[in-house]
């Protein structure tokens, strides 16, 4: 580890992987927990558009990627694991497996703008769905970074890379699972 063995993170030291990549997933999560603040005001002053706008959001589909990211977590776990025990290949193995289902999340939400573009609605049909596209599509961003992440950590499955890249990923996980209930099922 090196450096991050010799400089003091405040802390950061004592979580798993690089410290450098806590100091990431913070900014990312004040990021993202802004943009819900802006998106929670925005629904408190047109209660009655967001309502119509969010009915037309496919809640099964943003349920089934809930699903598939929390469980390709588990498989970025099985991951960590499999390097502590020293199984290079098993490791590979679950990253594979969580960059399966993290390329299933994408083409889920691709599939549900595609949906909506079809129907004529774009970002510029109304506030809702102006955040919609920007909140979801900013994680779905972070997602296509995570899957390019967990693929160079596959390469050099180190420890510390292996705990490295899974931290990142489990960031895209939970801000996804604040983004689902935010954007789809609270009214």
Not at 7 to 20: F, K, S, T, V
Not at 102 to 115: A, D, P, R, T, V
Not at 171 to 186: K, N, R
């Amino acid at each position: 580890m090196g450096d991050a063995d010799d400089a003091n993170w405040g802390g950061l030291e004592d979580l798993p992987g690089h410290p450098i990549m806590w100091v990431l997933i913070l900014s990312e999560l004040v990021v993202f927990g802004a943009f819900l603040l802006v998106f929670s005001a925005a629904r408190i002053s047109d209660p009655i558009g967001f309502a119509s706008d969010q009915v037309q959001l496919d809640r099964v589909a943003g349920g089934i990627n809930t699903l598939i990211l929390l469980t390709s977590g588990l498989f970025a776990v099985f991951a960590v694991h499999a390097t502590k025990a020293g199984d290079i290949l098993r490791c590979r193995l679950w990253l594979l497996a969580t960059s399966v289902l993290g390329m299933i999340f994408l083409i889920i939400k691709f599939s549900e703008y595609m949906g909506k573009f079809d129907v004529g609605i774009g970002l510029e049909s109304s506030t809702f769905f102006t955040l919609y596209f920007l909140i979801t599509g900013f994680h779905a961003l972070h997602v296509v970074m995570g899957l390019g992440v967990l693929g160079v950590v596959a390469i050099w499955p180190s420890r510390i890379n292996i705990e490295t890249g899974t931290a990142f990923w489990h960031m895209i996980d939970m801000v996804w699972v604040l983004v689902f209930p935010v954007i789809y099922l609270v009214r």
